[in-house]
Nanobody
């Protein structure tokens, strides 16, 4: 069983930055592909970014490409989401998720492929 704990959310003005962190339990973190997803009130959960277990191929939703960066530190069992140039439409609860093994291509952004989910962290961007 993998436990994921997100942190780093908060209130920020449009144009600002936040860095989300997701700490994972277990000793095989490097064998998991990781993803970030978000859900705004009244909307379905959507993909944000994903990084395969090797950490060599990040994938981004078009809405965040060029503004968000996903990275991982296997020594710390942590995946990060650096969010720059934030917009009010980025306001949502952000969830970290993991799946065992190597994901490939934009299938890494499919939330149905993830087995473990964190509790979420709120990001609010004011205009």
């Amino acid at each position: 069983q993998v436990q994921l704990v997100e942190s780093g959310g908060g209130l920020v003005q449009a144009g600002g930055s936040l860095r989300l962190s997701c700490a994972a339990s277990g000793r095989t973190f490097s064998m998991y592909s990781m993803g970030w997803f978000r859900q705004a009130p009244g909307k379905e959960r959507e993909s944000v970014a994903a990084l395969n277990s090797r950490g060599d191929s990040p994938y981004y939703a078009d809405s965040v490409k060029g503004r968000f960066t996903i990275s991982r530190d296997n020594a710390k069992n942590t995946v990060y989401l650096q969010m720059n140039s934030l917009k009010p439409e980025d306001t949502a609860v952000y969830y970290c998720a993991s799946t065992f093994g190597y994901c490939s291509g934009y299938g890494c952004l499919n939330p149905t492929g993830y087995n473990y989910w964190g509790q979420g962290t709120q990001v609010t961007v004011s205009s």
